[in-house]
């Protein structure tokens, strides 16, 4: 069966540290993205890799140059470090996964076909 797992939340002061992994099986994926939803908020596009050669990386405005994902093929785990983090950084975290890409925008939740449980981050002040 194809299943996301994410671990790695949980609670942090403003300015630490975090890193979230993304277990994947069953299935060889073309591309993972990790999404966020806060309380009232639309869900958004954190980061997001291509799991085809070159590994190419894609980040969301917000978190760019503060958070880094990556991938371990032979795990077939997908990361996100995620540095200096500030409360607005406080969300639910998903991983998402397709497993076909034809090009378009990375952060449209609508066009992954798996996604994880969650994993919830808090970042306190």
């Known amino acids: 069966q194809v299943q996301l797992v994410e671990s790695g939340g949980g609670s942090v002061q403003a300015g630490g540290s975090l890193r979230l992994s993304c277990a994947a099986s069953?299935?060889?994926?073309?591309?993972n993205t990790w999404f966020r939803q806060a309380p009232g908020k639309e869900r958004e596009g954190v980061a997001s890799i291509q799991t085809w050669i070159g590994g190419r990386t894609y980040y969301g405005g917000s978190v760019e140059g503060r958070f880094t994902i990556s991938q371990d093929t032979a795990k077939n785990t997908v990361y996100l470090q995620m540095n200096s983090l500030k409360p607005e950084d406080t969300a639910m975290y998903y991983c998402?996964?397709?497993?076909?890409?034809?090009?378009?925008?990375?952060?449209?939740?609508?066009?992954?076909?798996?996604w994880g449980q969650g994993t919830q981050v808090t970042v306190s002040s």
């Open positions: 069953g299935y060889t994926f073309s591309r």
């Open positions: 998402a996964a397709a497993n076909g890409w034809y090009g378009g925008n990375w952060y449209e939740p609508s066009r992954y076909n798996y």
